[in-house]
């Protein structure tokens, strides 16, 4: 259950703002819904979601292993327990040494292009691969998360398979894996039940696979009016659809996901004071003490995140736009929202922040970055604040 205002306010008021408050308990229950409707899939937390050491070691504490996209999210995965075999790494536009290096710590590598392959086969990097393909099945909250379809730079493209082959059999590599990754924030069961589908059919021209990996995306509702993501029909469907699969193609094979959004968003609210009100001709401003530097999605994508007066819950509700600190007119966390009047000195909780809120955060403008704490199962608010530059590669 997600914590009201009062615990919310308590932690304002003791930790100061803007703090990145998350609820463990929240994070926990995410987790055991995948495990529990996905029975036989090994889920790798996709960490660029939320990379904050303690979220990271809770979450491999229920079982779930971790996805890297860069050498530093790989160093950062070590330090906090998972293993090898619990790792996976996906990475478009590597140089030949970062490729060669996230090779050479042993965890398993989706390979992104033919340059990549043609590398991992001329420095001999291993005999068993794993490739990213672009099946042209995209999906997303907003253009720029779409990662399928001829727009995306992601992943090998299914005319390019041959060529694939061709460079595997001329290395003497062997095609073990095969990934792909829709887009995110993808609340639709259908399309995901089309991808999957999509890719066990693309499966068969690959005989010697025994992993396939399905990527990211699973949505959660941010905006009013907005459904879950029937996660229950999809994994009954997935089950039906890889037992199937098991059965024709005849061999082992192992199922993999990497959900990054579903697990940690619903947990994360960014606290801020309100510091400045202001009328213009055609907004009404309560500006607060954050800006996109620490919460970027509404002014990269036109996110939705709802967002609560803690201190203020009667009055007639205006329009009000929430405007941060960082100087650009784009910094802003919500438009014309019909809220309570804000007054200065009141807190207001964004919600649904506890995913590519932080992970996504900033020095822009010099501002240092929010502080985080978890409020854990106990009710015991800790504070976790963690310094990302220590792990940048
Ligand atoms: N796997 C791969 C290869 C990915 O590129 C991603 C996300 C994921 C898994 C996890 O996707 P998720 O389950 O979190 O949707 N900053 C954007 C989201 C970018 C997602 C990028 N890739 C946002 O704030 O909406």
């Given at each position: 259950m997600k914590k009201g205002t009062d615990a919310l306010t308590n932690v304002a008021s003791a930790f100061g703002t803007p703090v990145y408050v998350y609820e463990q308990s929240v994070i926990e229950n995410q987790c055991q819904k995948l495990l529990k409707y996905f029975p036989s899939v090994a889920f790798h937390y996709a960490m660029k979601a939320n990379s904050n050491p303690e979220i990271l070691k809770g979450i491999r504490k229920q079982g779930i292993g971790v996805e890297a996209v860069s050498l530093g999210e790989l160093s950062l995965a070590k330090s906090v327990g998972f293993k090898k075999k619990d790792t996976s790494f996906t990475c478009a536009s590597l140089t030949e040494e970062e490729l060669c290096a996230a090779a050479q710590t042993g965890v398993r590598v989706h390979l992104d292009s033919l340059t990549q392959l043609e590398t991992w086969g001329r420095r001999a990097l291993g005999r068993e691969v794993s490739l990213r393909l672009n099946q042209g099945i995209g999906a997303g909250h907003h253009a720029h998360v779409i990662t399928g379809g001829p727009h995306s730079k992601f992943g090998i493209t299914l005319k390019d398979i041959p060529e694939a082959k061709r460079i595997a059999e001329k290395y003497g590599l062997s095609i073990t894996g095969i990934q792909q990754h829709i887009g995110s924030n993808v609340l639709s069961a259908d399309i995901f039940i089309k991808a999957m589908q999509t890719l066990l059919k693309t499966a068969e021209a690959f005989p010697e696979l025994t992993h396939i990996d399905f990527g990211g995306g699973l949505g959660v509702p941010y905006a009013p009016g907005e459904k879950q993501l029937p996660l229950q029909r999809v994994g009954k469907e997935f089950v039906a659809m890889s037992k199937a699969f098991a059965k024709k193609h005849g061999r082992e094979v192992s199922f993999a996901m990497e959900p990054g959004r579903f697990i940690?968003?619903?947990?994360?609210?960014?606290?801020?004071?309100?510091?400045?009100?202001?009328?213009?001709?055609?907004?009404?401003?309560?500006?607060?003490?954050?800006?996109?530097?620490?919460?970027?999605?509404?002014?990269?994508?036109?996110?939705?995140?709802?967002?609560?007066?803690?201190?203020?819950?009667?009055?007639?509700?205006?329009?009000?736009?929430?405007?941060?600190?960082?100087?650009?007119?784009?910094?802003?966390?919500?438009?014309?929202?019909?809220?309570?009047?804000?007054?200065?000195?009141?807190?207001?909780?964004?919600?649904?922040?506890?995913?590519?809120?932080?992970?996504?955060?900033?020095?822009?403008?010099?501002?240092?970055?929010?502080?985080?704490?978890?409020?854990?199962?106990?009710?015991?608010v800790k504070d976790i604040s963690f310094s990302p530059s220590n792990y940048a590669l």
């Open positions: 940690v968003a619903e947990s994360g609210s960014l606290l801020v004071s309100v510091v400045d009100v202001k009328e213009t001709s055609a907004h009404l401003f309560a500006g607060v003490n954050s800006g996109f530097n620490q919460l970027i999605r509404h002014a990269m994508y036109g996110s939705y995140h709802p967002i609560e007066n803690l201190s203020r819950t009667r009055g007639t509700k205006t329009a009000i736009s929430i405007a941060g600190n960082v100087c650009e007119s784009g910094d802003l966390f919500a438009v014309g929202r019909p809220m309570i009047r804000p007054e200065i000195g009141d807190f207001l909780a964004i919600r649904n922040a506890g995913a590519y809120g932080f992970s996504m955060a900033s020095n822009f403008n010099m501002h240092a970055l929010p502080h985080e704490v978890m409020i854990l199962g106990s009710g015991r």
